[in-house]
């Protein structure tokens, strides 16, 4: 008889298409608009700017819902680095070079989720399960500043990441509504930027990851590449490996089980590709089509690369390897990059049935 496998999570990385009609632009105007004094701007317009902006961020969040994601992050629409580092570096919100007070360190995105998780709540009876996305120390220091690394530096730079997540988690943790189940370092350029070494990276980590460690929360880091993977296992705080393998299904031979088992560290397994620029350009040279403008060729792209049956075979694989290791599965990267939100809907749908495929 079959021992039962126990059934991984299906989050969401977190950036995700703007509705047709909305521009980048006027999403960057609008945080901005929400970050200054109020009386610097008139009332009723920010009010305006404020309930179209939350209008997009909830809906979002229901397409993800209804798309099946278990555990959805909410949807990034802003830069990743300039969400982050521009509170940080803001003199007036800092109590230090770099460290942000606790106070300011807010992610915006979940006061407008506070509606939607009340509706939600209603609607399902239970608590609505939040990811929350946070970029990493080791991002924003490389990003701002050149090797070598001054561990002061990036000490208040991870300090003020674990800020992020402090005062999320403890928002959270009086509220009715909804719960943080997954905070998640992002931390893209470890493995791929040359200048990264080694020097600091647990220290910052450690910073970062250290009050959703203690919360009980789990704390994932999400990599574009395992290369450091070994020196992410020495960081306490940190209990879950992003691995992007759908586009890169090589990258499972780079990671060893009984390292994994012997830290106590699970895997967040990516079952479907989101590099949507090339799965659009293989199609093309495969077919003879041009798919950013042949109507209809993007979602033949989608359902010929992240089909119910192919995310199934990936979860398959994987499983095959590191069984009970893998905690949490869903898309490599954000849908940030795909040109509308009903493609990036159709992603997540396939997703969720090739995930309840293989667990039937």
Request: with cysteine.
């Amino acid at each position: 008889m079959k021992r039962a496998i126990a059934r991984a999570i299906f989050d969401d990385v977190g950036s995700y298409p703007l509705p047709e009609g909305t521009t980048k632009g006027w999403v960057t105007e609008t945080f901005a608009k929400l970050d200054v004094e109020p009386e610097s701007e008139p009332e009723r317009e920010l009010d305006s700017y404020k309930n179209r902006l939350y209008e997009i961020i909830r809906d979002a969040m229901w397409q993800k819902l209804n798309a099946g994601v278990d555990v959805p992050n909410y949807p990034q629409f802003q830069n990743m680095i300039a969400q982050f580092i521009v509170p940080i570096m803001d003199d007036d919100r800092t109590e230090a070079p770099l460290l942000i007070k606790e106070e300011e360190a807010k992610i915006v995105e979940m006061d407008a989720l506070e509606q939607m998780a009340m509706a939600y709540r209603e609607k399902r009876g239970e608590k609505l399960k939040l990811r929350i996305c946070v970029t990493g120390p080791i991002e924003l220091y490389y990003n701002q500043f050149p090797p070598p690394v001054y561990i002061d530096v990036l000490s208040n730079l991870a300090k003020s990441v674990g800020r992020f997540v402090k005062h999320t988690i403890e928002e959270a943790k009086g509220n009715r509504n909804y719960e943080v189940q997954c905070a998640t370092i992002d931390e893209p350029s470890i493995g791929l930027d040359p200048r990264i070494e080694e020097e600091g990276i647990i220290t910052a980590l450690e910073l970062a990851s250290e009050y959703a460690f203690q919360k009980g929360v789990d704390t994932q880091i999400h990599l574009h590449s395992p290369i450091f993977y070994e020196t992410i296992c020495e960081v306490k705080g940190i209990n879950v490996i992003g691995l992007e393998s759908a586009a890169n299904p090589s990258l499972l031979a780079l990671i060893d089980k009984k390292q994994l088992e012997e830290h106590d560290k699970f895997l967040r397994i990516g079952v479907s590709r989101t590099d949507i620029l090339s799965m659009a350009a293989e199609y093309d040279e495969i077919h003879g089509t041009n798919a950013f403008k042949d109507k209809g060729v993007l979602e033949r792209v989608v359902n010929e690369y992240n089909s119910p049956e192919k995310v199934k075979k990936r979860l398959e694989q994987a499983y095959s390897i590191f069984g009970d290791r893998i905690r949490y599965v869903g898309l490599d990267c954000g849908l940030g990059p795909f040109p509308s939100q009903e493609l990036a809907y159709l992603v997540l749908k396939n997703t969720s049935e090739g995930i309840k495929g293989f667990y039937k």
